[in-house]
């Protein structure tokens, strides 16, 4: 851009800029008080988890027990068990979500029909549009051991009713993730389609001229075009992996599949704001572990990223 | 891989195209098609299984018949979700919230966006900063849900709105819009004109801005029509909750309440309705995104990519 790099004459006094200026931190007023209340004012209440909430003493007036919250939540069974399962949900997920917007894309690409892409793209694309509730809600019809559609299939091809996956600790994983890709595949394949519309046609003529194939200028051109995008891509989903949703695991889970469903967001629900007796700090506790955890995360990823080509979330 | 058997069918044989494809071609584009009819199937054919349940009569459901299209075609899952007063409660909610919910949405991001995306702003950096560091920090769940308690928004359609507000993942997009897609020579000439800051955002900014708004207004809307967590943690009230929380109980917790099916007759076969009711309630409530979805596919795939550019 030419004209940006055009000087100040001379550069202004700061009090004067900021005279000059008013207008704008009027604009700003609202949503800077707005991200004060919303999202420091919480953070300033993370103090909690040093502390044992007392409902007279408040966020402020609680008495400090230093590192006991912490303590307690290093040392209960379930510790280990919200990890793993956070991180056995987020490492399938990954592994499984990852490859199939790459194939969609490249399939989509491939396809000489304009009309016939438009369509398929829109039909992949539908599923992200439904709510988790509904999604969860289609799962729990589709899987109903008496008159679901898995109850219908199975009647027919063996006699039998079907088990109850719902219900089953060791099918929780995999509902979880599928359900996952079927829902987003679509919706994570159009930033690999734009990559993909962004490479050179010449390139493809030339392979063309020189009698590649098909598949061979699928191999040596449009997957290179998209390998920059995809690593980026996988690097930024490291910085998610001890941040697995609320709202999906919640709604899936039940008492028979809590061993293999609870996570650290529906443990610090369960014993914050669920439990007969609710304990505000031990929750405040786990949810500032896993909060410290994630940015950690983030910042090692967002380093990475910018480091390998100058691409950053912040 | 099945690829030799799939090429060897008659099926593969070419239209007579302008450029004859090789064979080794013809494989690819035949294995192209089966991978992409087989995923296509895969998304397809759950909607199309709860589309045609949700037709099909209770007998039908109930007993197992429906596996592809209609059995016994019926719009009784249709009348009872409109009898249910819970889904006409939800939805009326869910409509108000959704309407006031996104208009707060666009208009505090665009009043933030616009503001941050001006290079010469004094302190620029600094609010950058307040604003990106709540994206990979926050206070959690219960440090939030007391302050909304303290702020008595327990149980007030405010929960549903004030939480939320702003996004600053899509205040950040709308950022790097406005900086990228409005030429700074137009604020200069305009300023040289002397045109205020208030001026330049309504008559100029605004104007041009009628992409990235439309961006904004399908993603928060779309995000408060299927939202159900701050209602689920703010709400106890029943005449307050949303569409979502509803569903929750009647698909999720499968409480149905048999008083709320009026019909006598269709309290009879209560089982298979309820089922019924279930299939029809997915399409009631999913319906108004989906049909709102084609008239916005552009914006929607163009919102992505902006999102993907660095801000």
Known sequence: MPGATVPAV?????????????????????????????????????????KKFTASGGIWGSPWVGMQQFQKFFSSYQFERVIKNTLTL???????????????????NSLR??????????ITYLPYFISTVVLVGILVQVLNPRVGLAANISRAVSGGDPPNLMSNPSAFSHLYVWSGVWQSMGYNSIIYIAALAGVDPNLHEAAQID?????????????????????????LSAGQLMNVGFEKVFLMQNNMNVSASEVISTYVYKVGLAAAITDFSYATAIGLFNSVINMILMLVVNFASKRLNGNSLF | MADASIAAT??????????????????????????LALLLIIVLYPLIFVVSSSFSSPNAVVSGQVFLWPVEPSVEGYRAVFENGDVLTGYGNTIVYTLLGTLINVALTLVAAYPLSRKDLPGRSFFLFLFTFTMIFNGGMIPTYILIKDLH???????????????????????????????????????????????????????????????????YAIGHWNAYFNAFLYLNDRSLFPLQLFLREILIANTIDANAIVDPEVAAAKQGMANLLQYSLIIVSTVPVMCLYPFVQKYFVKGVMIGSIKG
């Not at chain 2, 013809?26 to 098609?33: D, F, K, L, Q, W």
């Open chain 1, 10 to 50: 001379r550069r202004q006094s700061l009090p004067r800029r900021i005279r000059k200026n008013w207008q704008l931190y009027l604009f700003l007023l609202v949503p800077v008080a707005y991200i004060l209340i919303f999202a420091y004012v919480p953070m300033a209440g993370l103090q909690l988890a040093f």
């Open chain 2, 153 to 219: 928004m327990i149980n007030t359609m405010w929960a549903m709105i004030v939480p939320g507000a702003l996004s600053v993942y899509n205040m950040m997009i709308t950022k790097t819009f406005l900086q990228e897609s409005i030429p700074g020579e137009l604020f200069e000439a305009a300023q040289i004109d002397g045109c205020s800051d208030f001026r330049y955002f309504f008559s100029i900014v605004l104007p041009l801005s009628k992409a990235i708004i439309a961006v904004l207004v399908l993603f």
């Open chain 2, 10 to 35: 008659p099926a593969a044989a070419p239209k007579v195209k302008k450029i004859r494809l090789s064979r080794g071609d013809r494989i690819y584009y035949t294995v192209i098609h089966v991978i």
């Open chain 1, 113 to 122: 029909s304009d009309r016939y892409r438009k369509a398929a793209q829109t």
């Open chain 1, 211 to 235: 009698g590649a194939s098909r598949f061979q200028r699928v191999l040596h051109i449009d997957l290179p075009a998209i390998l920059p995008t995809a690593a980026i891509l996988l690097i």
């Open chain 1, 90 to 108: 987020s490492l399938y997920g990954l592994a499984a979500g990852f490859p199939f917007p790459i194939l969609l894309a490249l399939v989509l």
